[in-house]
């Protein structure tokens, strides 16, 4: 159980242009998910934390026009980044919590370059 | 503000039984937890503590001491394939906070 899908894995996408990450919960219903950026050997770094129903509450320095986030249903949250550019290119990783944030499931990541 | 404390890099050989420490500062605290993750991969959810003690699973404990602050990941029977990072993370509201990791390379 808890299983959580991430799609795309990989996506390469020009400068300019926007790309949307999903995350979905397989076996069970998330109230909360989280979405993370990961460097190469650094830690994860919370971006958002997104509710269903309701708008994503956005870390300090994080740019919630840039990263939009939309948590439709209990099942599936997207990562939208718009006009990416080179140094977004990173390791995005979700994370869904059934109500505990102390037990997060986590998506597979997607590996985003940016050209 | 929070901040977690581990070491960035131990060594260990197969078989044997390494331990990973972290301390934290929180202004709240809910508990301790701790999460593997392989090179590529996604981070996977090993354990966590709200309580002192020692908590057990398989040839993987986790121990906590709130008066101290502190708590270790204590990984027993080294495989191969426990060459990984390991974070330990605090829980703040609704979010987690992650440390920067420890990476864990086992020595044949």
């Known amino acids: 159980g808890a299983v959580v899908s991430q799609h795309p894995s990989r996506v390469i996408c020009k400068s300019g242009t926007s790309v949307k990450i999903e995350c979905r919960s397989l076996?069970?219903?998330?109230?909360?998910m989280f979405w993370y950026r990961q460097f190469p050997k650094k830690s994860l770094m919370l971006m958002a934390t997104?509710?269903?129903?309701?708008?994503?509450?956005?870390e300090q320095g994080v740019e919630k026009d840039k990263f939009l986030i939309n948590h439709a249903s209990l099942t599936l949250s997207t990562l939208t980044v718009t006009s990416a550019h080179p140094e977004d290119s990173s390791f995005y990783i979700c994370?869904?919590?059934?109500?505990?944030?102390?037990?997060?499931?986590f998506g597979p990541g997607t590996r985003l370059t940016v050209t | 503000g929070q901040s977690l404390e581990q070491p960035s890099e131990v060594t260990a050989v197969e078989g044997a039984i390494v331990q990973i420490n972290c301390t934290y500062q929180?202004?709240?605290?809910?508990?301790l937890s701790w999460y593997q993750q392989h090179d590529g991969g996604a981070p996977t959810f090993l354990s966590y503590?709200?309580?002192?003690g020692l908590e057990e699973t398989g040839r993987f404990s986790s121990f906590l001491s709130r008066s101290d602050s502190y708590g270790y990941l204590l990984l027993q029977e080294l495989q191969m394939k426990d060459s990984a990072s390991y974070f330990c993370?605090?829980?703040?509201?609704?979010?987690?906070?992650f440390g920067k990791g420890t990476r864990l390379h086992i020595l044949p």
């Open positions: 994370s869904a919590s059934s109500g505990r944030a102390d037990e997060q499931y």
């Open positions: 076996d069970f219903q998330a109230t909360t």
């Open positions: 997104s509710n269903e129903g309701s708008k994503a509450t956005y």
């Open positions: 929180t202004s709240g605290f809910y508990g």
């Open positions: 503590n709200a309580l002192d």
């Open positions: 993370a605090v829980r703040e509201d609704d979010k987690i906070i």
